[in-house]
T-cell receptor, first 114, second 110 residues
């Protein structure tokens, strides 16, 4: 079974802090994704990566950056956290690109920025 | 850009009843996927149906796809309290990114 893990289930940070969200997958997937989920807005794609050291902006990249130094690990970075980044963050991975096949999700990180 | 829209937004039924959720989308697709999300958790993939398929089954799940109407339905038969969750359809957009709808919240009462 594919396993996608996220470093924290819950995080509380203060405005202006630098925040790292880590995601690790164990199935040698090429592709990894970061989404945020907010009530009434569904899932929105922040960044994705189709290969090591490669990154592409999704629909809402502002205020975020990512790092993919190893194939199995995809990190989401909030350079200076703001209250409007309070959200549920979901990481996913897939074997093939984009929407062609199943995406496997981690359990999510609920981030509260005070 | 939102590709899939689920209907209804919320659904409440008794255990043993069937639950039907619908999804409409806007552009041509090569597949449509359904996911489930239990409260506060990540999404779990349920089923993928390709554009050349009309119906697909997985256990108590039945998915149909009508590409002429740009719509899909998810039927859960003989529902259980454990089926209580949000259900999302997802379709690839023209750049192959997966776009999720806002989901149907299903509540199954014992």
């Amino acid at each position: 079974d594919v396993k996608v893990t996220q470093s924290s289930r819950y995080l509380v940070k203060r405005t202006g802090e630098k925040v790292f969200l880590e995601c690790v997958q164990d199935m040698d997937h090429e592709n990894m994704f970061w989404y945020r989920q907010d009530p009434g807005l569904g899932l929105r794609l922040i960044y994705f990566s189709y290969d090591v050291k490669m990154k592409e902006k999704g629909d809402i990249p502002e205020g975020y950056s990512v790092s993919r130094e190893k194939k199995e690990r995809f990190s989401l970075i909030l350079e200076s956290a703001s209250t409007n980044q309070t959200s549920m963050y979901l990481c996913a991975s897939s074997y093939t690109q984009g929407g062609r096949e199943t995406q496997y999700f981690g359990p999510g990180t609920r981030l509260l920025v005070l | 850009s939102q590709q899939g829209e689920e209907d209804p937004q919320a659904l409440s039924i008794q255990e043993g009843e069937n639950a039907t959720m619908n999804c409409s989308y806007k552009t041509s697709i090569n597949n449509l996927q359904w996911y489930r999300q239990n409260s506060g958790r990540g999404l779990v993939h349920l089923i993928l149906i390709r554009s050349n398929e009309r119906e697909k089954h997985s256990g108590r799940l039945r998915v149909t796809l009508d590409t002429s109407k740009k719509s899909s339905s998810l039927l859960i038969t003989a529902s259980r309290a454990a089926d209580t969750a949000s259900y999302f359809c997802a379709t690839p957009d023209n750049t192959d990114k997966l776009i999720f709808g806002t989901g149907t919240r299903l509540q199954v009462f014992p």
